[in-house]
Each structure stands twice: as structure tokens, then as C-alpha cells.
């Protein structure tokens, strides 16, 4: 089983409706904890990027990538553009040239991404970030597929990492970004970036599932 | 949500395309990407100055563009943090080839796209320097948090080192001159009332009628604390204290490495306020206050003042580093030496600040 270029292409477009679909709920997120506009920015972002899919729809996996981190980094704003527009920038030098991917490009992909995200932000796992999604979710994926686990089996077992590493950030006190400012009052909020993180490698699952 | 607007979507855009027709003899405006930049640019033989942040703090930023203060400002989406592509552009449009100084607020976006775009600039060979404002006292550790935010000192900041490029300053030199306006900067703000962004519709926090929020942010982030409503004279005493007591305050940035191209770690420490310090006294309206109340909290900051023995040699009283409509005030106090006295003294033609410029039509000359 691979991810082919019509997968990634589908995997954005997904992205875009289910960012759509979250935006008031991220944006309500992001109210309790930050400054009321992370819902709203993706969805700008990924507009952008729909909009300029259509520019390298016929182009490798990597150049779409990179077109849509462009997109991200030139249309989010906050934290969340340079950190998403890293993401995908990254990603698709990773996978730069490629017309499909093994489940373990996916792996290196996703690693690579994560990453960048890691080098521009310089959050750990328990900072209450998009960090504490992506980094476990990705582990596991990675693990998984060492383990011998058919690649739907192991995006299955990613997106349950990247849910409860979402999840783990209600009880954490945040230490990067605007909900630093709360201190012990951040505490008790699911945090907007690692929900956002979650949709989009839970889209990923979902456009493979739907592909079958 | 009421407010004066046409469509939510086109309220950045439609307030700069005003301010473009208001101000035609000092400004432009650039879309997509968007930026304010002075009417004459790029002046030959001078650093270009540009900051930048979210919309929703006007007249911060673009309003201090023009003459003896910034070559540009970017804005963004309100409280969104703009794009380094647009920070590239205007930094294409003004830098001279003498450079360009990037003024960030330290917040975590505005951070890392200002670094982004500072990566970018250096790579088309534009010299260039990012320093960061952080004088937001309510902010008390920078280990567990992104550290102070950028506040009031940002306005004065801006003034004084725009007048420094005006008079022909290297790059190093005013990023010198800007970093020792930073850690001689302290502020603190509080408000009545929450602010409604646009997009969103309704307000960002829920404050009750008898309650006020101290050590607020500029985006309506939550400040120290949440407490009943007290007098101006309180309030004003709970800030002017906060700031004047507050400790030496130590820590570590990022700033861009010219030679190496890379970015470098640098420590540095605000000394704390001593009696005999002379300070420019800033009060400031988060938007909603009108100015006879900025200049009742005026009147009890300059008895407190002078108790603690600093003199105001300067002060600045008004609406210019605002949050949308939110009622209430900060506080900023900027230690001040001979030669930033002089430079805040120094003539100014912007829309939001204007002083010893002589006529508009005489200064708009050059500019035609």
C-alpha cells in the first residue's frame, strides 16, 4: 500500500474541509487560552492553499508540499504560519521528486516536518503545543511499521497516539506561545495547535480509509 | 457586535485604504502583500526602520510611518501576527542598501515570522537586524513563559530610533540604540472592558461590570489578575509601583548574525529603576478611554513619580498602541539619557505623531 499523488492531493483537500469544519470550535479553543483566532487563520491558510493547488496538481509530491508550506507561511500569520508553513515546507523536501510514497516515506516525511516544527518553535513534548500531538503520533506510526504492521493498522495506531497526545495537553500548564502568559490558569484547556495538529493527521487516515 | 464596518472580511484593508487617501503627502500602501511605507521611499543613504504586528493596535504601526520614525509597517490580520513575505516586500521597497533594522514585539508569531523573514532578507544580501521589545512587567519569568511581551516601549522605540536612522546611523548602531531603549522600558496595562475582534464577533474575554483585569496584554490576553473595580488612583498606583519596583530583569534572545548568517543567543538584563532617573512618562488609552481619564491616571503617576524621586522629563499622553475598542490604560516608563532625550525631540512627521516639522506643505515638498 502506498500514498500516491492523488492520496496527498486528497489528504489537503481533506484538510481544508475538516479545518473548515473546526473553525469556530478551534477559534473557541484558542478564545480560552490565546487570542480567538487559530480556527480562523487555518482556514484562511488552507483557502490559500486550495486555491493554489490547481498550479502543481500535475508537479511531484514534494513541490506540492512545498507550494502548500508557502501558502501557509505567506497567509496564517501567528505562531501558527511559520510553524505550519515549516511543516509542510519540510515535508516536502523530504519527499522532494517523489510521484508516490512507501508507508515508510510517509514516516520519514512526517519526521521530518515534525522536525522543523521543533527547530522554529523550540518546544518539547509538554509545552502544551502542536508538539505534544505530532511528536507521539509520529513514534508510533514509526514504530508500528518497524513492528511489521500493515500501514493501515499503523495510521490507525498513529491517529490514537495523536488523539491522546491532544488530550494531554488539558491538564498541562503551558510554557511556549500566548497561553504561557496564563500560567496555572492555561491548565484545564485542550490547546488549539495540538488540536489542529490531530485533524490533520487524522485526515490523513481518513483520506486512505476512504481510498479502499 | 456593533461596529462601524462594512464587511468583516475587508476591515484591514478598507482602514489602510483610508489612511493611504488621509495621509497621500507621507504614506503608501502596498496589497497583497500588504504594507504601509513611507511616501519617499527608499531615502537615500539611511537604515530603513520597519516593524509590525496585528492590526487592531492603531495607531501602532503604519501610523508611525513618514518622517523621522518608521520607512514601514507591516500589518496583519487583527491580533494576527503578518507574514515574512510581507516583511520581505517592504524591506525590498524602502532598504537603501544601507539595511534594514526589523523593531519585533516579542510574541511568539510575530518572533518567528520576523525570523523567517530575517533569514529571507539576508539571503538577497539585505543587511539586517531583528531586536526585540519586551517590557511588559506583568509578565514576571521568562523561563516558563514566551517571556515579557511587547508593549508601550515599542511606540518610543520606534520615535527614537527612526530619528537615529534619520540622522544617517549605521545598522549596528541603531540596533545598539534600540536595545538600550528596550531594557530602559517598562510597562504594565489594565482593563475595564474586554475588546470584540471582528472576525469573531464577540468579546474575547467576560469581564463583569465591577471587575478589571490587571497586567493585561494588547490582544486581551489575560494579565496578573482578575479583581474588583478600584479607583483611577489605585489602578494607577498598582501599575507605576509594579513597573517602578520592579526587579533587574534577565533574559535570553535571538538576534541575527550578519557575518555568520545564523542566530546567536544574547543575555540581557533591564536594570531596575533608581531615585534620580530621568523617564519619559507614557499613559496610554487601550482604545475605549477617553483622554480626560488618561489624564486623571497622568496626574497620579507624576505625584508617584516624583515620591520615588524619577523626574519626567518627557511624557506622552494619548491613544497610540491600542486594543480595538477595550477600555483602560498602560503605564510605560522609559529611563532616559541625554542622547535619547534629543532624539525623542527631534522632528516627526507621521499621522499618528507629528512635532517640530514646520508646515505639512513645506515637508511635503521634498516628498512630491
Redesign the interface.
Known sequence: MTLTKTDVLAWLRNIATVLAENKTYLTELDAAIGDADHGINMDRGFQRVMSQLPTVEDKDIGTILKTTGMALLSSVGGAGGPLYGTFFMRMGMAVAGKEELSPEDVHTMLAAGLDGVMQRGKAEVGDKTMVDTLAPAIRTLGNALTAGHHFDDALDRMVAAAEEGMKSTIPLVARKGRASYLGDRSAGHQDPGATSSYLILAALRDTLKADE | MKKLINKVENVVRESLEGMALAHSDLIRVHFD?TFVYRANAPVANKVAVISGG?SGHEPMHGGFVGVGMLDAACP??????????QMLEAARTVNSGAGVLYIVKN???DV??F??AAELAASEGIPVQNILIDDDVA?KDSL???GR?GVGTTVLAEKIVGAAAEEGRDLKALADLCRRVNINGRSMGMALTSCT?P??GSP??ELGDDEMEIGI?I????GRERMPLKSADEITEMLALAIIEDEAYTRTVREFDMEKGTWIEVELTDPPFQPGDNVLAFVNSMGGTPVSELYIVYRKLHEICEKKGLRIVRNLVGAYITSLEMQGVSITLLRMDDEMIRLWDAPVNTPALRWGAGSTAALSQPLA
Open positions: 502583500p496585528g496583519g490580520e487583527v491580533f494576527t501576527s503578518p507574514t515574512p513575505d510574541y511568539t508569531g518567528m515570522n525570523e523567517m509578565v516558563y513563559t514566551a511581551r475582534v472576525a469573531k474575547t474575554f496584554g490582544h486581551g490576553e489575560p
